[in-house]
């Protein structure tokens, strides 16, 4: 499960990577966690739209306080459940998610530290995932996750859903038939560059949720 991942860069650039029809004004940290701010690029009829989001669709427990906060669901193990497939067949409830590494902890109970994972010759990439508008916090958007590729499974057994340059339109135009088989994929290993830091995993700051 994807609990943190970095924007390390403008949004200007990328409008630019994505070729999206403009820029955004956005309150999104270089580092961004489930349940606060995030950017997508959605499609329309006028283009590719970059846009300010939420990270996590709201997800409200029966046994919930009324006043406490819904909790973020933002990863998406399957497309095909309930939650999902509605959103999924109709290109308008797609996005790409714009990032610059994902991290995953590793370590002992109480020691993890981040482990960063980065694409070795695209500074920017995508994450195939979905959005919509709610109630609780206006637009949102959640990550489709899948089986992790040899680069990745030493520390973690899932990882994002993510997409060469030039599957960015299938996944926001292709048919159902077109996200399952890019989920279902295994993402090639030799692409991908490996940082292991010191650094602290800090869990009280990843409260997000993978959801069936």
Avoid at 35 to 45: E, F, K, N, V, W
Avoid at 86 to 106: D, H, M, N, V
Avoid at 164 to 169: K, T, W
Wanted: glycine share 8%; aromatic share 8%.
């Amino acid at each position: 499960m994807c609990n943190l991942y970095t924007v390390r860069t403008s949004p200007d650039a990328i409008a630019s990577h994505f070729a999206t029809v403009a820029s955004v004004q956005t309150n999104a940290p270089d580092e961004v966690y489930p349940g606060t701010p995030g950017m997508a690029i959605t499609q329309s009829d006028g283009g590719r739209e970059l846009r300010s989001m939420t990270w996590g669709f709201p997800l409200r427990l029966k046994d919930m306080k009324p006043e406490a906060k819904p909790k973020p669901v933002n990863n998406i193990a399957d497309l095909t459940k309930p939650m999902w497939i509605g959103l999924a067949r109709k290109p308008q409830w797609r996005c790409l998610i714009p990032l610059t590494a994902f991290a995953e902890a590793e370590g002992p109970k109480g020691k993890m530290t981040r482990t960063w994972f980065s694409l070795r010759d695209e500074p920017i990439f995508a994450w195939g995932g979905l959005w919509r508008v709610s109630d609780e916090w206006g637009p949102v958007y959640s990550g489709a996750m899948t089986d992790a590729n040899e680069a990745v499974a030493p520390v973690h057994n899932r990882m994002p859903v993510l997409l060469h340059r030039d599957e960015y339109d299938m996944w926001l135009n292709g048919s159902l038939d077109d996200l399952l088989a890019l989920q279902q994929r295994v993402f090639p290993s030799d692409g991908i560059e490996i940082d292991r830091t010191s650094e602290l995993w800090v869990r009280k700051r990843s409260t997000g949720a993978e959801a069936p």
